[in-house]
C-alpha cells in the first residue's frame, strides 16, 4: 500500500487513508464541510425538446465559494445534465458518464440516448448507496424524442414533464405548479425556467447569482450561459483601491528571470558528411 | 419521562486530553476542526499577463507555533506554482506525489504541464480518495498557452472552482474572502498587484489566530519570478 509506487490510478476509488482518517474521527475529529452546490436546478419539456436550468452559486457551509460556477454539465451533444448536492460528487460523476457515452458512441457510431445516461448514471450511484451525494436533472432529445429525468443520490429516478431539485426546488416548483402547461413554445419554455430559478434565487439562501439556461432540441443545443444577472455588483466604487508602491513592508526579495526557450533557426547548411 | 430537558454537555477546549484517551499525556487529542490543526492562509490574484500567488508562513499545532517559514506555496514548473492549506503534513504528500506525476508527465510528453491539465489531475487525484480524503485545499495558479493567467481552487474532494479574480483557500479564508472582493481591480500591473495581495494577505491574517506570522508573496510574469518575504504583525 504505502511501499508500493504512486502508479497512476486503474479507476476506481482508493480507500488508503480511511484507516488515518478512522483515527482521527475516533479522537474526536468532525469531517469538514465539502463544497456544496445548495442549488436551485429546473428542466422542463416543451414541444420541440427540453429546457433546462440552474443558478450559479457554490457555497462552503454559510459563504459563498464561487459566484458563477456552472451547474449545467455536458453528458453528449444531445444530453445535458444538472447537478446539486456535493460537487465533487456531481463533477465527477457527470465527466464518468459522459466519457462513457463518448466510448458508447464511437462503439454503435450512434447519437447517445437519454437513459443510456440515464441507466449508467442511477447504477453508479445505486452501488455506493447514496455516499456519492449527487442530485440530478437529466435532459436531452435523442431519436425517441425529448426526455427528461431526476435522479437521486441514492440511485432511484423518476421520469417527468417538468422537474426541479435542490434546496430551491420548492421555491422552483411553486412557479412550475401555477404555469406549467403541454405544448409550451420555446420562448415560453425559456421564461418559465428563468421565473423558477429566479424564485429560488431570491428566496433561497443556498441558491443565488445568475440564471443558466440549455435549450436542446432535436438536432440543435443552445446554453445560454449567464442568460440572465439578477444580481449585479452595483455597490463596488470605481476607484476601487489603490495602493502606493512601497506601502507592505518586504524583509526580502528574489527576482528570478525565467529562461527564455532557444529559438532553433531554420534553414541552416546542412552538416558535412 | 424528563419534564425539563437535559442541559447540552460542557464543550471540552480542543487542548486538553479527553478522559479515557489512550493518547500520551501531554499530546493534545485532534480537534473537532482538523483543518485548524496547523492553520493556513493561501490566496492567487490575477493581474494583467502575471499572477501573483500568497500565503502565510506559520506552522502551528492548535495554539502553539512551531515554526514561522513553513513553505506551502510550492513549485511545480516554471509558470506553475500550487499552494496547499489545511493540514500540513498531507499538504506535503500530496506536493510530493503531484511532483512526482508531473515529472513523469515531463518525461512521456517532453513539455511542462499546462495549468489547465494540472489542475485536472489534482482534482482527479484528490476525488480518488472521495471517502478517506486529504485535509488539504490547494490553489493552483499558473500562467497559460500564450502567457494567459490561470488560477483555481478546490475543496478537499477535488470540486474544482474556476475564478477569474481570485481564490482563497485557509483558516483565514472568510477574511481572505472580504479583503480580495474589496481590494481586487482587473488588468492590475505586477507592482500594483503585490501591494493588493500582500495588503489583501496581511489584512486577513491579522484577524485570524490561526495563521500569520510573516508573508510570502510570488509574483510571476511571463519573463521573471519575484519572491518577496513581507512582515505582518507576529503574533
Not at chain 1, 207 to 236: F, M, W
Not at chain 2, 196 to 215: E, K
Request: hydrophobic fraction near 35%; proline fraction near 6%; aromatic fraction near 8%.
Amino acid at each position: 500500500m504505502t511501499g508500493s509506487m504512486d502508479l497512476p490510478a486503474k479507476g476506481g476509488f482508493n480507500f488508503d487513508l480511511c484507516r488515518r482518517n478512522n483515527m482521527l474521527e475516533k479522537n474526536g475529529l468532525k469531517l469538514p464541510g465539502f463544497l456544496k452546490t445548495g442549488t436551485t436546478i429546473v428542466g422542463l419539456v416543451f414541444q420541440d425538446g427540453v429546457v433546462l436550468g440552474a443558478d450559479t452559486r457554490a457555497t462552503e457551509g454559510p459563504i459563498v465559494a464561487d459566484k458563477n460556477c456552472e451547474k449545467i454539465h455536458f453528458m453528449a451533444p444531445n444530453i445535458y445534465c444538472c447537478g446539486a448536492g456535493t460537487a465533487a460528487d456531481t463533477e465527477a460523476v457527470t465527466d464518468m458518464v459522459s466519457s462513457q457515452l463518448q466510448l458508447h458512441r464511437y462503439a454503435t457510431g450512434r447519437e447517445s440516448r437519454v437513459i443510456t445516461a440515464l441507466t449508467l448514471l442511477k447504477s453508479h450511484l445505486f452501488r455506493y448507496q447514496g455516499h456519492v451525494s449527487a442530485a440530478l436533472v437529466l435532459g436531452g432529445v435523442d431519436c425517441t424524442g425529448p426526455h427528461l429525468h431526476t435522479v437521486y443520490p441514492h440511485g432511484s429516478t423518476d421520469t417527468l414533464p417538468f422537474a426541479t431539485m435542490g434546496s430551491g426546488s420548492l421555491a422552483a416548483m411553486s412557479v412550475f405548479e401555477s404555469r406549467f402547461k403541454e405544448g409550451l413554445t420555446r420562448e415560453e419554455g425559456i421564461e418559465l425556467v428563468s421565473d423558477a430559478i429566479r424564485a429560488g434565487i431570491f428566496n433561497d439562501l443556498g441558491s443565488g447569482s445568475n440564471v443558466d439556461v440549455c435549450v436542446i432540441t432535436k438536432g440543435k443545443t443552445e446554453y445560454l450561459r449567464n442568460h440572465q444577472l439578477p444580481n449585479p455588483r452595483t455597490y463596488a466604487s470605481s476607484k476601487g483601491f489603490s495602493f502606493t508602491k512601497g506601502q507592505t513592508e518586504v524583509l526580502s526579495t528574489k527576482i528570478i528571470p525565467l529562461k527564455q526557450k532557444v529559438e532553433v533557426a531554420e534553414g541552416g547548411d546542412a552538416m558535412e558528411e | 419521562m424528563s419534564v425539563s430537558p437535559r442541559p447540552p454537555p460542557p464543550r471540552s477546549p480542543g487542548f486538553l486530553p479527553r478522559p479515557g484517551s489512550r493518547i500520551p499525556y501531554g499530546f493534545a487529542p485532534c480537534p473537532s476542526q482538523i483543518f485548524e490543526y496547523n492553520g493556513s492562509a493561501v490566496v492567487a490574484m490575477v493581474g494583467k499577463n502575471c499572477f501573483a500567488i500568497a500565503s502565510d508562513r506559520r506552522l502551528g499545532v492548535q495554539l502553539q507555533t512551531i515554526a514561522t517559514d513553513f513553505q506551502r506555496v510550492f513549485k511545480i514548473h516554471d509558470k506553475l506554482y500550487i499552494g496547499l492549506s489545511g493540514l500540513a503534513t498531507d499538504a506535503q504528500t500530496l506536493y510530493q506525489r503531484l511532483v512526482f506525476r508531473h515529472k513523469l508527465y515531463q518525461l512521456r510528453e517532453e513539455r511542462d504541464m499546462k495549468p489547465e491539465t494540472f489542475a485536472s489531475l489534482v482534482s482527479a487525484l484528490l476525488y480518488e480518495k472521495r471517502f478517506g480524503p486529504y485535509f488539504c485545499q490547494p490553489v493552483i495558479a499558473g500562467l497559460g498557452d500564450d502567457d494567459v493567467p490561470f488560477i483555481c481552487t478546490m475543496d478537499f474532494i477535488g470540486a474544482k472552482e474556476l475564478a477569474k479574480d481570485f481564490v482563497v483557500s485557509g483558516t483565514a479564508s472568510e477574511s481572505l474572502y472580504g479583503a480580495c472582493e474589496s481590494m481586487y481591480k482587473p488588468n492590475m500591473e505586477p507592482d500594483e498587484l503585490f501591494e493588493t495581495i500582500s495588503q489583501a494577505l496581511s489584512s486577513s491574517v491579522d484577524r485570524d489566530c490561526l495563521s500569520g506570522w510573516g508573508g510570502y508573496v510570488l509574483i510571476v510574469t511571463p519573463t521573471e519570478v519575484r519572491e518577496h518575504v513581507i512582515k505582518t504583525r507576529m503574533d
